[in-house]
């Protein structure tokens, strides 16, 4: 069965702190996607990177960068330099290549972000 | 290139009464999705569309909760005999792919609020 779990519920770190989101994801397929989506105050969900079980390779965009190991069936979000823009809930989220065409969502993690 | 719409963004409304929303999708875009998000968790699937066939329900979509989208592009999500516990924001998401395989990126609307007097 599909499961993702952000362990995390609420984050706080001042600004400038480096600070990662953790991902665990239980899933049976050998093909599936995963993401991670931020939510600001403002309510939208906001698309950040898509992964597929075959690129195991880590990816930096900016402040941003996720490490992806399925050996722990993990894909950590890690935020360098917060700012306080960075204040919002993120979600990770997966999708199996032959689970349907839902995608499941983790319960989020509130990131606060302190000037 | 405008984004996913959603109309109305918060509707309140009493118990037993019926609501509709809509979903407007990125224009070239051919699967939609709904989704329900309660507060603290994320979101849940509801229903799939491709093109203007509904080709996934989840068990959460109970027979009070209907879905269309019958020219393939907006799509409208009915809840009948609202109840409180539907009190939630119903997100919307579209997606272009046209391999007819599951995992393309979704794209959410702002989604609309409901709470159930």
């Given at each position: 069965?599909?499961?993702?779990?952000?362990?995390?519920t609420?984050?706080?770190?001042?600004?400038?702190?480096?600070?990662?989101?953790?991902?665990?994801?239980?899933?049976?397929?050998?093909?599936?996607?995963?993401?991670?989506?931020?939510?600001?105050?403002?309510?939208e969900?906001?698309?950040?990177?898509?992964?597929?079980?075959?690129?195991?390779?880590?990816?930096?965009?900016?402040?941003?960068?996720?490490?992806?190991?399925?050996?722990t069936?993990?894909?950590?979000?890690?935020?360098?330099?917060?700012?306080?823009?960075?204040?919002?809930?993120?979600?990770?989220?997966?999708?199996e290549?032959?689970?349907?065409?839902?995608?499941?969502?983790?319960?989020?993690?509130?990131?606060?972000?302190?000037? | 290139?405008?984004?996913?719409?959603?109309?109305?963004?918060?509707?309140?409304?009493?118990?037993?009464?019926?609501?509709?929303?809509?979903?407007?999708?990125?224009?070239?875009?051919?699967?939609?999705?709904?989704?329900?998000?309660?507060?603290?968790?994320?979101?849940?699937?509801?229903?799939?569309?491709?093109?203007?066939?509904?080709?996934?329900?989840?068990?959460?979509?109970?027979?009070?909760?209907?879905?269309e989208?019958?020219?393939?592009?907006?799509?409208?999500?009915?809840?009948?005999?609202?109840?409180?516990?539907?009190?939630?924001?119903?997100?919307?998401?579209?997606?272009?792919?046209?391999?007819?395989?599951?995992?393309?990126?979704?794209?959410?609307?702002?989604?609309t609020?409901?709470?159930?007097?």
């Amino acid at each position: 069965a599909q499961k993702v779990t952000q362990a995390q519920t609420e984050i706080s770190v001042v600004e400038k702190e480096d600070v990662t989101l953790d991902c665990v994801y239980e899933t049976r397929d050998t093909t599936y996607y995963l993401f991670w989506y931020k939510q600001p105050p403002s309510g939208e969900l906001v698309f950040l990177i898509r992964r597929n079980s075959f690129d195991e390779q880590n990816e930096i965009s900016g402040r941003y960068s996720w490490n992806f190991q399925k050996s722990t069936s993990s894909f950590n979000f890690t935020i360098t330099a917060s700012q306080v823009v960075d204040s919002a809930v993120y979600f990770c989220a997966l999708s199996e290549r032959n689970g349907g065409f839902k995608t499941i969502f983790g319960a989020g993690t509130r990131l606060f972000v302190k000037a | 290139d405008t984004g996913v719409s959603q109309d109305p963004r918060h509707k309140i409304t009493k118990r037993g009464q019926n609501v509709t929303f809509r979903c407007d999708p990125i224009s070239e875009h051919n699967r939609l999705y709904w989704y329900r998000q309660t507060l603290g968790q994320g979101p849940e699937f509801l229903t799939y569309f491709q093109n203007e066939a509904q080709l996934e329900k989840s068990r959460l979509l109970s027979d009070r909760f209907s879905a269309e989208r019958p020219k393939g592009s907006f799509s409208t999500l009915e809840i009948q005999r609202t109840e409180q516990g539907d009190s939630a924001m119903y997100l919307c998401a579209s997606s272009s792919d046209l391999s007819g395989r599951a995992g393309d990126t979704q794209y959410f609307g702002p989604g609309t609020r409901l709470t159930v007097l």
